[in-house]
């Protein structure tokens, strides 16, 4: 019994030692974190869209992944991103294929109109109404940003599905 308890008390040091080693690891990862201006009482200066400093318009939105979400989520919010810098690649793309078509057929030029129209519309939009309430949702853990996202992208698949169909007149070629 004597040794029994000798082996309880050294296992309950070690998880005492191990504690305190991650309160320690914690707490120097807090006061990084504010020195680096990035506690939670500092005010982050916006980095996205990054644009060149001459640009007259300036950064709208603080975005770092692997700050602000967790570590177990961050490669989930980058596949988010990927998808979304994808998904705006192939408007622009969809923009170059209509104005070849348009160089060919001059009778096309509604596609290309609408085109044009999907990319300035649908990038920004994109963005904002389903990139950005994930990564919210992954950044606080947000039912109703979750929600969002899950309802917006349902809403922009159909309309890639409509895409990859081609309905004549609607832009998509």
Do not use: H
Not at 53 to 81: H, L, N, W
């Amino acid at each position: 019994p004597g040794e029994v308890t000798g082996m309880a008390r050294a296992d309950l040091q070690k998880q005492q030692e191990e504690l305190e080693r991650r309160a320690a690891e914690l707490e120097r990862r807090e006061r990084e974190l504010d020195s680096a201006g990035l506690g939670r009482s500092a005010t982050r200066q916006n980095n996205w869209p990054p644009l060149p400093s001459f640009c007259p318009v300036q950064p709208c939105f603080y975005q770092d992944i692997d700050v602000e979400i967790s570590g177990t989520f961050q490669r989930t919010v980058k596949a988010v991103y990927y998808y979304w810098i994808v998904y705006s690649a192939v408007l622009l793309l969809n923009v170059l294929s209509c104005i070849s078509q348009f160089c060919v057929d001059q009778s096309t030029g509604v596609d290309l109109g609408m085109a044009i129209l999907w990319v300035l519309l649908f990038t920004p939009c994109s963005f904002l109404c389903w990139y950005r309430p994930a990564y919210k949702a992954f950044r606080s853990d947000s039912s109703f940003n979750f929600f969002l996202f899950f309802f917006v992208s349902f809403c922009q698949v159909s309309l890639c599905v409509l895409m990859a169909i081609g309905i004549p007149k609607w832009g998509f070629r």
